[in-house]
């Protein structure tokens, strides 16, 4: 980038040193060549340049801008606000951002003339719209700013503007679960329970027993048996989600790589539980930082897991987990794996975890990638790398642990709801 | 190719529509000057024109350099010792060019190329010309009056253009403290 920033003050425009120089010499010239035809050329530059001389500014201006929101989603557009003070006026201000990688700019080419009112003391303020259309942690809002002064004999700038952090939090994939979750457990939440507690969902119709309350009483079949029956309700629980993002391998074509697929469909999973009353988890595996959220439940919380996956930063293949792979997973919870299944220390983690009893799930996020020229040897080597992932998906599934791939969720509710069937029959067997 | 000449053809390709309309004020004008000057009796030699034609180019590639103010003077050359004689009409027609040239240039040196000056902003520059215009049909007017008074007449016009040209002078050594540039 060519460096625009001068040094802060006033300085005169071209147009002003061109109507000063050019009357100047057009009018000495009429006079020694008594020409006066060349005066009456003169006069559109000199008319130009009078006005201009008599307002000239003397103090610099202040530039302040802004960001409207230092968080965003992925497509929203935010407002940059450049605002410059000055005592002395301003006719002109001109802001320029130019658009960086996965940020749009509006309007195309980030520039924008704003005319001011000639006045002292005000301020003048010209916008331009940012839309990072891209997750993750960037900067943005870098530019320069210029102030003319009336009748533009005055320029103030260019100045560079700083950049500034903005937190693009992904936009959460669509995921609608309808299945129940496998093993809900706890005193609140959304999900039916299988024990008798103060939830919604009927139970059973039964005699009254002492302990039971008066607003239980079902009137109608009192009334025709004779005796006090009461309604009994299921409690409802909730269900702990972990979810576990594979950012230690990064393949494909930026915007839909394996990560922005896993942080995505993470953001989409985490939306849909927390929102029926869940409790999530996140932790992501093989980030160039250690980022983990503990398992909570609501709106906050979202945001909480939101803001995580946006400083997510894709790291190394060969990444090793501090813990050897060991956390904490609640009792009861379902773990995800969102995952290529590229990295080791992925597969390790979902192996260590299924041997320790937890539910998991790994869900599947390589792209389509293509397959290359047949003697290609970077694409022979994909697809030998393909072929050994192969064999550690088989070697999963072998070993009881579903891998699903990522379409939209529907894969991934179908194995859920198998396995919330599979558990509701392992503890309804009788004694 | 240098920076600034890659610049200039960034602003002519890549420019807003905008901006290539006032790049495109800047040739047109000239050509209108040239025909203003041919018709107060100046010949059409092609050394002259041709070197006309490429400033008038440079002016308009790079508005925010000294080439407007160059080609400027260059017109002003060109006036000088292809007309001859007392004050034409068409040097009204001559000044409207000078005039266009300039503003054109100033609005397109108002930002970088991709900028899209407001409506306020040409509305406020549209009624300067307008204002700067008048005035200089009024010294036109004054100037072919005192023109036909004869020698008495050329020696008022030449107090008047120093008085102008000390105003001017004045005025800038009191505003800026030095030359300004």
């Keep these: 980038m060519t460096e625009l920033t001068v040094p802060s003050g006033w300085r005169p425009t071209e147009l002003l040193f061109r109507g000063v120089a050019g009357a100047a010499v057009l009018a000495l010239v009429a006079v020694v060549a008594g020409r006066p035809d060349l005066l009456v050329l003169a006069v559109p530059l000199g008319g130009f340049a009078v006005p201009a001389l008599l307002r000239r500014p003397a103090a610099p201006p202040e530039v302040v801008s802004s960001l409207g929101a230092a968080v965003v989603a992925e497509g929203q557009a935010v407002r940059l606000r450049v605002v410059v003070t000055a005592d002395a006026p301003v006719e002109h201000l001109t802001v320029s951002v130019p658009p960086v990688r996965w940020v749009r700019v509006r309007p195309s080419g980030g520039v924008v003339g704003v005319a001011a009112t000639p006045g002292a003391g005000r301020a003048v303020s010209a916008s331009v719209h940012l839309a990072p259309v891209r997750w993750g942690a960037r900067r943005v809002g870098e530019g320069h700013v210029a102030a003319l002064s009336p009748w533009a004999g005055w320029v103030w700038g260019p100045q560079r503007l700083q950049s500034q952090p903005m937190a693009v939090v992904p936009r959460p994939a669509r995921f609608e679960g309808t299945g129940p979750p496998p093993h809900p457990v706890g005193l609140v939440g959304l999900h039916p329970a299988r024990r008798p507690g103060s939830g919604s969902e009927l139970e059973d119709i039964r005699e009254f027993q002492p302990g039971d309350r008066v607003r239980r009483v079902h009137w109608r079949v ?76 609501g709106r906050r919380h979202l945001h909480r897991v939101l803001h995580t996956l946006a400083r997510v930063a894709p790291g190394s293949p060969g990444w090793q987990d501090p813990g050897g792979g060991r956390f904490h997973v609640p009792a009861g919870a379902v773990a995800l794996v969102l995952s290529p299944l590229l990295a080791p220390g992925a597969v390790v983690t979902t192996t260590r975890l299924a041997r320790s009893g937890v539910t998991v799930v790994v869900v599947d996020t390589l792209p389509e990638v293509a397959p290359g020229a047949p003697h290609d040897v970077p694409a022979l080597a994909w697809r030998m790398r393909l072929l050994e992932r192969d064999h550690v998906v088989g070697r999963l599934r072998r070993s009881g642990v579903p891998v699903v791939p990522w379409r939209g969720g529907h894969p991934l509710d179908e194995v859920l709801r198998t396995i919330a069937r599979r558990a509701a029959r392992a503890r309804t067997v009788p004694r | ?78 006036w000088l010792l292809g007309v001859a004689g007392p004050v034409s009409p068409w040097t009204v027609l001559a000044a409207a060019a000078v005039l266009v040239v300039h503003v054109a240039s100033g609005l397109a040196a108002h930002g970088p190329a991709g900028l899209v000056l407001d409506r306020a902003t040409l509305v406020r520059w549209l009624r300067r010309g ?28 030449s ?14 050594a009191r505003r800026t403290g030095s030359v300004p540039r």
Excluded: I
């Design chain 1, 222 to 297: 009192s009334r025709r048996t004779g005796r006090l029956h009461v309604t009994t309700t299921r409690s409802e629980e909730d269900a702990a989600v972990v979810l576990l993002v594979d950012a230690g391998s990064d393949v494909g074509d930026p915007p839909a790589t394996s990560v922005d697929t896993a942080v995505r469909a993470a953001a989409g999973v985490a939306e849909h539980h927390l929102r029926r009353g869940d409790r999530v988890a996140l932790r992501v595996l093989g980030s160039a930082h250690q980022l983990a959220v503990p398992a909570s439940t």
């Design chain 2, 1 to 78: 190719m240098s920076p600034a000449a890659t610049s200039a053809l960034g602003r002519l390709v890549g420019g807003s529509a905008q901006q290539r309309l006032l790049a495109a004020a800047v040739p047109v004008a000239v050509t209108a000057f040239l025909a203003a000057a041919t018709a107060a009796g100046a010949g059409l030699a092609v050394l002259p024109v041709a070197v006309t034609v490429l400033l008038a180019v440079l002016a308009a590639a790079a508005p925010g350099s000294a080439a407007p103010l160059v080609l400027l003077l260059w017109l002003g050359g060109y």
């Design chain 2, 130 to 157: 307008v204002a700067v215009g008048v005035a200089t049909l009024l010294v036109w007017v004054v100037c072919a009056a005192l023109a036909r008074g004869g020698p008495p007449g050329g020696r008022l016009l």
């Design chain 2, 159 to 172: 107090g008047t253009a120093l008085a102008v040209v000390a105003l001017v002078a004045a005025t800038a």
